[in-house]
């Protein structure tokens, strides 16, 4: 890990590095606090959609499993073609703002065509445009809070993101249930509130977020022009930590393959469909700033792997054969622990495992290898459902998924204390 003067610290101990103890005092910058608004506003365009998504493939279109784990995997990868150039654009040229308003207005451009789709086909291509947008955006935001926040504070900044961006997130599914409860099949009208809030976060992000310089890469100061190459990102750390967060995406099942695999088992009346997305954001937004203070004291590392833990406790719960809206809450509140506990935690991980001027493309690099991971195993998934059924196959990526904790914990050296280097 590089610390503010170009030090390197192991990925085990990277979360105690700066504990809380030291004594400073949070502040939370103005500029995470726009971003924060920023996300809010894309997130409730993005998951108004993304709560009917799985409904609107199967029951309004009538496509297979198999179809939604493609459009789902597409939703989740699409992204990973452009974050490492995004991040290494950033870097390149000291402005992340200008390539997130570049990633926010293509997905923005994406939003609109949602007016005008007319098939399976035209639906890849807007979901890919949107996800792209994705890509291109996340990087370089997270660079500036990085840059923006206290070394001491750093997962606790990203905590407070991350809230903000899912108090949007929990909203966007909860407007889609309004919508499908006054109006039955009222897909279109949801693509107009989801254009809305689109064009609102993009207008927030150029007029009122300001265009901070971050440290430039070593050759874009010298003039020297190289494409990336991912010899660039040869750190130790780095390295384990992109193979443990890789391995570990692989056996993260789409949000909306547990949700149909609920309602699969519960058969509760579809409008409520939305509600799902609306119970695991709001779990989401109240744990991430305590997931994030708990992972600057207590070890990033150690944070990081215990949310894949409730991730597996989800799976396990979704192929009970028993259900109800207890067991169906415990999921929620089990997946929003997740994202809590493993989201803004990785940006946090990667971007003190280098030195500053590659933040962006190490943050970039990570996503990437999440994104093209989490890709393969919706289309997996799919496939896995459509053979031996709903239950058989969440039981199934429990049980890889237990196997995989063993071996990245082991990979991390989570045994070592957290705060040894402190």
């Not at 991390?412 to 040894?420: L, V």
């Amino acid at each position: 890990m590089a610390d503010r003067t170009g030090g390197k610290t192991d990925p085990a101990t990277a979360g105690a590095e700066l504990a809380a103890g030291s004594g400073v005092a949070f502040r939370l910058s103005p500029v995470i606090l726009w971003l924060g608004i920023v996300s809010m506003a894309t997130d409730v365009s993005s998951e108004s959609v993304s709560a009917i998504l799985p409904l609107y493939v199967t029951g309004f279109m009538g496509l297979s499993t198999i179809a939604y784990g493609f459009i789902d995997g597409l939703n989740q990868g699409a992204s990973a073609i452009v974050r490492i150039a995004a991040g290494w654009a950033s870097d390149r040229t000291g402005h992340p703002k200008r390539v997130a308003m570049a990633g926010y207005g293509l997905s923005m451009l994406a939003r609109i065509g949602l007016l005008f789709v007319g098939g399976f086909w035209s639906l890849i291509g807007i979901v890919a445009g949107d996800r792209i947008g994705k890509g291109i955006r996340t990087a370089p935001r997270d660079a500036l809070i990085s840059a923006e926040a206290q070394p001491e504070h750093l997962a606790r900044s990203f905590g407070v993101h991350r809230m903000l961006d899912n108090i949007g997130a929990a909203a966007g599914p909860l407007l889609a249930f309004l919508v499908l409860l006054l109006i039955p099949n009222g897909f279109g009208t949801v693509f107009v509130v989801s254009v809305a809030f689109a064009v609102i976060g993009v207008a927030v992000l150029v007029l009122v977020v300001p265009d901070r310089r971050t440290p430039r890469a070593a050759g874009a100061r010298t003039g020297a022009r190289h494409a990336f190459r991912w010899s660039q990102l040869k750190e130790p750390g780095l390295t384990r930590l992109l193979v443990t967060a890789g391995l570990l995406a692989l056996l993260t099942v789409g949000d909306g393959f547990i949700y149909l695999v609920l309602q699969d088992r519960d058969s509760f009346a579809v409008q409520w469909f939305p509600l799902l997305y609306v119970g695991t954001n709001i779990f989401y937004l109240v744990l991430a700033v305590p997931m994030g203070r708990l992972a600057d004291r207590w070890g990033r590392v150690r944070v990081f792997l215990g949310g894949h833990l409730a991730l597996l406790a989800c799976y396990v719960l979704a192929a009970a054969p028993f259900g109800g809206i207890g067991v169906t809450a415990a999921c929620l509140m089990l997946l929003g622990l997740f994202y809590a506990a493993t989201d803004g935690v990785l940006a946090a991980l990667s971007s003190r495992l280098v030195r500053p001027e590659k933040v962006a493309t190490s943050i970039g690099a990570a996503q990437t290898v999440v994104a093209l991971c989490r890709m393969a195993a919706s289309a997996g998934f799919g496939i896995l459902w459509f053979a031996i059924g709903a239950s058989a196959a969440m039981l199934t990526a429990a049980v890889v998924l237990a196997a995989v904790l063993a071996a990245t914990a082991m990979l991390m050296g989570t045994s070592r204390k957290p705060a040894a280097r402190a």
